[in-house]
């Protein structure tokens, strides 16, 4: 396996070993970078395994948490990602503010005593939820952070084998061969949305005169709420953290908009422009904002 260290760690000590042996063995470690090896192949090598641990990414300031279990994922969290469970959850209107803040404030009592039920488990007990909508949301979360992942470009990985990080564990796993296919949509997607918003630097605002598209449109909450962030104009780094929608989503929907005429680049305000001419980026935000009259 090339750009990947495999270590047995055994009584406090460590011995290069040439492949995974069983648990019994010796607890294994494998350490690399993302230069040398993908997180799609760390990720099928795991799967293949049936491992149950967790992996580590580090680069620069940023760092990321995978745990597996019988070589699923389970979890998975990123310190660039901003959006919580709970805020994404009344963010759809599944539950109320007040009942997250109650939710969240038996989970604050419940630390105090030590007791180990995590957020989504109360908000079910409390009969705020189900367990298919949780199961739902902890999907999208997990492929959410695990896309954002996938665009690093470098930094080191390391997996712990036996961290089965069971406080993080609701029952919820995802298959490590749908992730990747899963990432690989987005990442096309994300391609396709670079050629006309380069960075989160590049800022939008309303159009002033919105194109033969936008006569009739359909926009969800969410896009209606971004389009009201923009009087003015932001940047879509703004738009992010106003939000608090993942970058990826924030762009997606940005680029259905310009695409429908409804937004126009600030630096081109005064610059016509034909919008028929775009390529079509495949997205369930995408269709929301395309003209329905013919």
Request: glycine share 8%; with cysteine.
């Amino acid at each position: 396996m090339n750009g990947v260290r495999l270590k047995r760690r055994v009584e406090n000590a460590e011995t290069p070993c040439d492949e995974i042996a069983p648990a019994a063995e010796g607890i294994v470690a494998l350490e690399g970078n993302l230069k040398d090896f993908s997180l799609g192949d760390m990720f099928r090598l795991l799967a293949g395994g049936k491992k149950a641990g967790t992996l580590y990414l580090e680069r620069d300031s940023a760092e990321g948490r995978v745990c597996f279990r019988e070589g699923r994922i389970f979890f998975a969290s990123s310190n660039s990602s901003r959006e919580s469970l709970g805020r994404r959850l009344v963010r759809a209107g599944v539950v109320s503010e007040k009942q997250l803040r109650q939710a969240l404030g038996l989970q604050k009592i419940q630390k105090k005593e030590k007791a180990g039920r995590r957020l989504g488990q109360i908000l079910i007990d409390e009969g705020y939820l189900d367990d298919a909508v949780l199961e739902t949301f902890m999907q999208e979360q997990i492929t959410d952070t695990l896309f954002d992942l996938f665009r690093w470009e470098d930094g080191a990985l390391r997996f712990e084998s036996g961290e089965t990080s069971e406080d993080e564990d609701i029952g919820v796993s995802v298959s490590v061969e749908n992730v990747i296919m899963e990432a690989s949509r987005r990442l096309e997607q994300w391609d396709k949305i670079l050629q006309r918003i380069p960075s989160l630097d590049t800022s939008f605002k309303m159009a002033a005169a919105p194109g033969e598209k936008s006569i009739e449109i359909h926009l969800k909450p969410r896009e209606w709420m971004l389009l009201c962030y923009l009087h003015g104009g932001r940047s879509v780094r703004e738009l992010v953290e106003l939000a608090g929608c993942t970058d990826f989503e924030t762009a997606r929907i940005l680029y259905g908009m310009f695409s429908a005429g409804l937004v126009e680049k600030c630096e081109e305000a005064e610059v016509s422009r034909t919008v028929a001419s775009l390529p079509t980026v495949e997205s369930a935000d995408t269709p929301t904002v395309v003209a329905v009259a013919s």
